[in-house]
Each structure stands twice: as structure tokens, then as C-alpha cells.
């Protein structure tokens, strides 16, 4: 059974401390992964920064100390108990294994390790029993698959989803930091760095990742692949399309699903206030609904706008918001590392 991410936490205070890596810590994600260690309290003896070549020496502040950017050589032959990758595909291809090969469990947030048959994709709420001891690469999923599966898997398990069709409204934070600057220098009108092919300010994008021979764009297959593999279920028919657009707080979905069983609203609401890791936000009179300015530093999945698809049987809209870099990248990430602690996998 499942735990819920508070009791894998209280729990994993009880086990002997770690040396935990961040690999990637200068990027937006391995800044925010410092941030989530701290709130969570997550214990261990040694911290160990990583970066590129470039930054090696150079000095991040972690609870009031110094910690300089290390090597991959040389985080690799300090072989510590967890590193957390953000450091994009080609790097965790090279390097993950490597770190594996020492013992190390390696939890990462590319896209690299995603569709492996041989690796875990795991969101801690839905699937984390499925880690055992021999698993020393973890998949992190993306963003955009994290929230709408924490929405949905507790309403596939009571209802069944026949066919899933999502559009997201994705903030610049999930490209990185050039795309976040580029978004202020057009703001103020300066020249810049820029990281999309058109202006992102006063626009919408349709163009997340590149496009495929299928004429989807990489992220859309993602969504797709992902949410069959964490489900456990390739029956379901999905159907993606997703968009740039110029928010900073968080990623947004347009939810539509169709289920093989018929539903009931009040349940549906009621199942959803229940899920971990949901927070439900769904009182329209009084104009309450889920937006990324107010998910912005939060680990929860909102939802809300719940209603049913009247133009055919079985079938619910609902709008879901999460911070893309919380939930969608580091608190799952770290969560993981809870999990399987909590489960003695690591010490």
C-alpha cells in the first residue's frame, strides 16, 4: 500500500543519514531541488553541488553554508547514496550509469531514462511500490504527465479512462532560465538571449520540444507514452496538444476524459479531495478555481473547474494547475528519495 508523502516523510527522519547529490544544482530545477530538501527537511551528512565544467568552484549557499560545484569525476568516485539528476537528456545518458555502477541511486528528471522498459517511471502517489531494491536509475516523468496523472489515476481506479484528450498552457520556467529572461527583455522592450523561434510576451506557442513525423511535437508524445507506462494501461486513447505560454508560476491543463463506467459529480469531487498530493479549488460563484500565480512554490496538484462533457456520456472536463518546477520536477524527485528511504532501499 501506498503511503501517504507525509508519512514517507516522518518515517524517513527515522533512518541514518546520506550523502545526497544534486546533479544540475545551478540550473532553475537543481536550485528549486535545494529549496525542497530544506523544506522537507530531508537528512543526510554530506551535500554534493554539481555542475558543468564551467562552474566547478563556484560557491552555492545551502542553509546559511558555503558549498562549492564539484566535478561529475568527482561526485562519481564519492559514490553517494542518491543523486538527483537536472542536467538535461545527453548528460544523465552518459553519466547516470556511471554513478549507478558505484551503487548510487540515480533519480532523473530528463527524458532520458523515461520509456526504458528497463527503468521505473514513477510518481510516489500512484506507483511507487514498484521500486525495488535493484533499481538504481529512476525516472522522474514530465512535468505536464505529473500533474494530470496525479488528477486522474485515482478516477481511472473507481471509473476506468476509455480516452484522455489534454491541451496545456505551459510557463517559460519549463524551458529554463534563458527562456525566462528572454520573457522579461521583451517585457521592457531590451534585446536578448532568446530560446523560441517567435516573441513569448502577449503570445501562445503551440510548439513545446520539437515536432515528430506524426506532426506532434515531442512533448505531446510524452504525455502520451508516459501516462500509459505510470498507469500501467495502453488501452487508454490519448490525445495532446500543448502550449507556451507567457506565465511564470506554473502549468496549466484542460482536462477532458472519458471513462468505460459511468460517474456521479459528488463522488467525483469527493474522490479528488482525498487523492495525495490534490488540492480541489472548485467554487465558480464565488469565482475559486485553480491558477499557476497561486501555485507558484507549492507541491500540490490543483483542480478544479469539474464538470461533465454534455456533449457525450461518461465523460468530465476538469482544468488542473501545478508548479511545474515543484511537482512537476524537484518535490517529485525528492519524494521519490523519501520513498524508497522510507521503504529502507536507501539509507
Same mark, same amino acid.
Given at each position: 500500500?501506498?503511503?501517504?508523502?507525509?508519512?514517507?516523510?516522518?518515517?524517513? &527522519?527515522?533512518?541514518?543519514?546520506?550523502? !545526497?547529490?544534486? /546533479?544540475?544544482?545551478?540550473?532553475?530545477?537543481?536550485?528549486?531541488?535545494?529549496?525542497?530538501?530544506?523544506?522537507?527537511?530531508?537528512?543526510?551528512?554530506?551535500?554534493?553541488? /554539481?555542475?558543468?565544467?564551467?562552474?566547478?568552484?563556484?560557491?552555492?549557499?545551502?542553509?546559511?553554508?558555503?558549498?562549492?560545484?564539484? $566535478?561529475?569525476?568527482?561526485?562519481?568516485?564519492?559514490?553517494?547514496?542518491?543523486?538527483?539528476?537536472?542536467?538535461?537528456?545527453?548528460?544523465?545518458?552518459?553519466?547516470?550509469?556511471?554513478?549507478? *555502477?558505484?551503487?548510487? /541511486?540515480?533519480?532523473? *528528471?530528463?527524458?532520458?531514462?523515461?520509456?526504458?522498459?528497463?527503468?521505473?517511471?514513477?510518481?510516489?502517489?500512484?506507483?511507487?511500490?514498484?521500486?525495488?531494491?535493484?533499481?538504481?536509475?529512476?525516472?522522474?516523468? *514530465?512535468?505536464?504527465?505529473?500533474?494530470?496523472?496525479?488528477?486522474?489515476?485515482?478516477?481511472?481506479?473507481?471509473?476506468?479512462?476509455?480516452?484522455?484528450?489534454?491541451?496545456?498552457? &505551459?510557463?517559460?520556467?519549463?524551458?529554463?532560465?534563458?527562456?525566462?529572461?528572454?520573457?522579461?527583455?521583451?517585457?521592457?522592450?531590451?534585446?536578448?538571449?532568446?530560446?523560441?523561434?517567435?516573441?513569448?510576451?502577449?503570445?501562445?506557442?503551440?510548439?513545446?520540444?520539437?515536432?515528430? %513525423?506524426?506532426?506532434?511535437?515531442?512533448?505531446?508524445?510524452?504525455?502520451?507514452?508516459?501516462?500509459?507506462?505510470?498507469?500501467? %494501461?495502453?488501452?487508454?486513447?490519448?490525445?495532446?496538444?500543448?502550449?507556451?505560454?507567457?506565465?511564470?508560476?506554473?502549468?496549466?491543463?484542460?482536462?477532458?476524459?472519458?471513462?468505460?463506467?459511468?460517474?456521479?459529480?459528488?463522488?467525483?469531487?469527493?474522490? !479528488?479531495?482525498?487523492?495525495?498530493?490534490? /488540492?480541489?479549488?472548485?467554487?465558480?460563484?464565488?469565482?475559486?478555481?485553480?491558477?499557476?500565480?497561486?501555485?507558484?512554490?507549492?507541491?500540490?496538484?490543483?483542480?478544479?473547474?469539474?464538470?461533465?462533457?454534455?456533449?457525450?456520456?461518461?465523460?468530465? *472536463?476538469?482544468?488542473?494547475?501545478? %508548479?511545474?518546477?515543484?511537482?512537476?520536477?524537484?518535490?517529485?524527485?525528492?519524494?521519490?528519495?523519501?520513498?524508497?528511504? $522510507?521503504?529502507?532501499?536507501?539509507?
Amino acid at each position: 500500500m501506498i503511503g501517504t508523502v507525509g508519512e514517507c516523510v516522518s518515517f524517513a &527522519q527515522n533512518f541514518t543519514t546520506m550523502r !545526497l547529490a544534486i /546533479v544540475g544544482a545551478t540550473g532553475l530545477v537543481g536550485q528549486e531541488l535545494l529549496k525542497v530538501i530544506e523544506e522537507r527537511n530531508f537528512e543526510f551528512d554530506e551535500l554534493l553541488l /554539481v555542475a558543468s565544467s564551467k562552474n566547478v568552484g563556484k560557491k552555492i549557499s545551502y542553509k546559511g553554508k558555503e558549498h562549492a560545484i564539484v $566535478s561529475m569525476e568527482a561526485a562519481v568516485e564519492a559514490a553517494p547514496d542518491v543523486a538527483i539528476f537536472s542536467a538535461g537528456g545527453s548528460t544523465s545518458l552518459e553519466w547516470a550509469p556511471k554513478f549507478a *555502477n558505484r551503487g548510487t /541511486v540515480v533519480i532523473d *528528471n530528463s527524458s532520458a531514462w523515461r520509456m526504458d522498459p528497463n527503468k521505473k517511471l514513477i510518481v510516489p502517489e500512484i506507483n511507487g511500490s514498484a521500486i525495488t531494491a535493484e533499481d538504481k536509475i529512476i525516472a522522474n516523468p *514530465n512535468c505536464s504527465t505529473i500533474q494530470m496523472v496525479i488528477a486522474l489515476a485515482p478516477l481511472h481506479k473507481r471509473y476506468k479512462l476509455k480516452r484522455i484528450v489534454v491541451s496545456t498552457y &505551459q510557463s517559460v520556467t519549463g524551458t529554463g532560465k534563458d527562456a525566462v529572461e528572454q520573457l522579461m527583455n521583451e517585457r521592457q522592450g531590451i534585446e536578448g538571449v532568446r530560446v523560441y523561434p517567435y516573441r513569448i510576451d502577449l503570445n501562445a506557442l503551440p510548439h513545446i520540444d520539437v515536432f515528430q %513525423d506524426n506532426g506532434y511535437t515531442k512533448e505531446e508524445m510524452k504525455m502520451v507514452k508516459e501516462t500509459h507506462k505510470i498507469l500501467g %494501461d495502453s488501452t487508454i486513447g490519448i490525445t495532446s496538444t500543448t502550449v507556451r505560454i507567457p506565465s511564470i508560476g506554473g502549468h496549466s491543463e484542460a482536462v477532458n476524459a472519458e471513462f468505460h463506467e459511468e460517474f456521479d459529480l459528488t463522488e467525483v469531487r469527493a474522490i !479528488l479531495e482525498t487523492a495525495p498530493g490534490v /488540492v480541489v479549488q472548485d467554487d465558480v460563484k464565488k469565482n475559486i478555481y485553480p491558477m499557476p500565480i497561486l501555485s507558484h512554490g507549492r507541491d500540490e496538484v490543483f483542480v478544479g473547474r469539474i464538470r461533465r462533457d454534455e456533449s457525450q456520456p461518461k465523460t468530465l *472536463n476538469l482544468w488542473v494547475v501545478a %508548479d511545474n518546477l515543484r511537482k512537476g520536477a524537484a518535490t517529485n524527485a525528492v519524494q521519490i528519495a523519501e520513498f524508497m528511504r $522510507s521503504a529502507g532501499l536507501v539509507r
